[in-house]
């Protein structure tokens, strides 16, 4: 049984507690027993798998809904946003019920952004790739409309600060969610095309290396990215296996701004 198996069977009392218990209890509208044997509790230690991918799930949909609401309106593009990532999912209807429950509670003004991220972080126990995706899937939610407003831009600056993320890997995260519409072919919300210096710029900048960079010095920064997005790698750490398709997803986005570069470089 997986982690949402084990949710609904009311093996959650040592799942979590705080504001991530008290979110995902209200969505699923349970009083979670917490009369759980020894081995089971063990399985919920703090780190443990299972437990991660519950707080992901919960703290991805309920600050989706946060951002969302941040500039005073929930645009049709931001809710066509969620349900693209719950579609991506193949969430069943109890998933995506919950998920949109908790999107719905972000919105509300008593959502304790703060809290909420303060928590995540210690769920994810250092597992920084993790939370990388996690703000990618977040940051891809901000531009569902096409821009930033300075709201959301405060919101994510939050969300940057609480995470320990530094201001230039935070920009980088932002250069993959930006050019990522032109690469991949299956990305969260797909743009017009784009010049053939315009693509070649921004496949640099996916991979967050300068034009100037030497072939080895390219070849470096692609692995280290795949391996970052791996995503049976970011299963393991705690990503929902129903988000696979999201870090695939990016993994040909990364993969096709390489080639692209590569493909260049042997022409010259």
């Keep these: 049984m997986n982690w949402w198996g084990k949710l609904l069977g009311g093996a959650f009392g040592y799942l979590l507690a705080g504001p991530l218990g008290a979110l995902i209890g209200a969505a699923l509208g349970h009083n979670f027993d917490k009369g759980?044997?020894?081995?089971?509790?063990?399985q919920f230690e703090p780190g443990a798998q299972e437990r991660v991918q519950t707080a992901?799930?919960?703290?991805?949909?309920?600050?989706?809904?946060?951002?969302?609401?941040?500039?005073?309106k929930v645009t049709e593009h931001?809710?066509?946003?969620?349900?693209?990532?719950?579609?991506?999912?193949?969430?069943?209807?109890?998933?995506?019920?919950?998920?949109?429950?908790?999107f719905n509670q972000g919105?509300?003004?008593e959502f304790s952004l703060d809290s909420v991220l303060q928590q995540f972080r210690a769920e994810c126990h250092r597992r920084r790739n993790l939370m990388q995706m996690f703000v990618?899937?977040?940051?891809?939610?901000?531009?569902a409309d096409g821009n930033v407003h300075p709201a959301e831009q405060a919101v994510l600056e939050k969300v940057r600060v609480a995470l320990g993320f530094s201001r230039q890997e935070f920009n980088h995260i932002e250069a993959l969610v930006r050019n990522a519409q032109h690469f991949g072919g299956g990305g969260f919300n797909q743009g017009s095309?784009?010049?053939?210096?315009?693509?070649l710029r921004e496949a640099y900048e996916i991979l967050g290396v300068d034009q100037s960079a030497s072939d080895a010095d390219v070849?470096?920064?692609y692995r280290r990215?795949?391996?970052?997005?791996?995503?049976?790698?970011?299963?393991?750490?705690g990503l929902p296996e129903e988000m696979m398709k999201l870090a695939t997803e990016k993994t040909q986005e990364i993969k096709e701004a390489y080639e692209l570069i590569k493909n260049t470089r042997a022409k010259k």
């Design 193 to 199: 095309s784009v010049s053939p210096q315009a693509a």
């Design 219 to 221: 070849k470096k920064a």
């Design 107 to 109: 919105k509300q003004p």
């Design 78 to 102: 931001e809710i066509e946003l969620a349900r693209n990532v719950m579609q991506r999912m193949n969430l069943g209807e109890d998933m995506r019920r919950t998920a949109i429950n908790l």
């Design 36 to 42: 759980l044997g020894r081995t089971l509790r063990e």
């Design 56 to 72: 992901f799930f919960t703290t991805l949909f309920s600050i989706m809904g946060h951002l969302a609401k941040a500039d005073g």
């Design 136 to 143: 990618e899937i977040l940051m891809h939610a901000a531009y």
């Design 225 to 237: 990215l795949m391996n970052q997005h791996h995503p049976d790698k970011l299963v393991a750490k």
